[in-house]
């Protein structure tokens, strides 16, 4: 079974377990750091066992800075403690479970994704802090 995590929506945390046989998904409302929560309370609500997770995809390249920086983490996470590969994808990337499976079975282990973001943080505004040169 494959985990696809997607946080590219503001305020929407979408999830999938897929396989060659089956696939359902989840879509909550929810901030970034409910992720982990929501994560474990899907699988649970599936029967599945983490350690039967085979691999992850997770969307990177769109949504806010912190989702992204949080779901890869998440998914870097998983794929060390679990030992399972972790394939950065992007949202366009969702559509086609069948090829994404593939890719995700043949992709190394141990290779964790960096976070690709879709623009530059807006941290300096809340600090007070100037982010322009």
């Not at 503001?10 to 060659?20: G, R």
């Not at 769109?62 to 949202?91: D, E, H, M």
Request: hydrophobic share 40%; proline share 3%.
């Amino acid at each position: 079974m494959y985990l696809l995590i997607d946080t590219s929506e503001h305020n929407t945390i979408s999830l999938a377990l897929f396989d060659e046989h089956d696939t359902c998904s989840k879509v909550v409302e929810g901030k970034n750091r409910t992720l982990l929560t929501h994560i474990d309370a899907f699988l649970r609500e599936k029967h599945i066992e983490k350690h039967l997770l085979e691999g992850i995809a997770v969307v990177v390249g769109k949504g806010s800075f912190t989702s992204t920086r949080i779901a890869v983490t998440v998914s870097n996470t998983f794929s060390y403690a679990l030992s399972i590969p972790v394939l950065p994808i992007s949202k366009d990337e969702m559509i086609d479970l069948d090829a994404l499976r593939a890719r995700i079975a043949v992709y190394p282990k141990g290779q964790y994704v960096s976070a690709t973001y879709s623009a530059a943080p807006s941290i300096g505004g809340i600090l007070g802090v100037s982010t322009e040169r």
